[in-house]
């Protein structure tokens, strides 16, 4: 199990997010979206792309994503409350699926 560095996406955008192998134990990810009295102020997503030729499912914080083959998901973090609580990410399969976390509006 490793923990997936969130990437910041500012408002002005960014081409350059990296993706790194699912790991098999599974993943986790430091926070999650931010919010103050109930609005959103940053949202955390984990995009999830199956280069496999099956389906698998990529579960964050408990929700279950399958993702067919070939395509790409792009998961909410939930906020697990304070203190940035890590979330555990789970793959049904981990072969040829690549993960990468990003903040949108830091």
Known sequence: MAAITIQNVTNAGNADVAFAAANSGGDT?????????????????????????????????????????????????????????SVAVTYSGVTALTVAAIRLGA
């Not at 990529?58 to 399958?66: I, L």
């Open 29 to 85: 990810i430091a926070g999650g979206t931010r919010s103050v009295g109930g609005w959103e102020l940053e949202t955390v997503a984990l995009i999830a792309i199956n280069g496999h030729s099956g389906s698998q499912t990529v579960t964050v914080g408990g929700v279950a994503v399958p993702i067919a083959a070939g395509d790409t998901a792009v998961i909410p973090v939930p906020n697990e409350g304070l203190n940035d609580a």
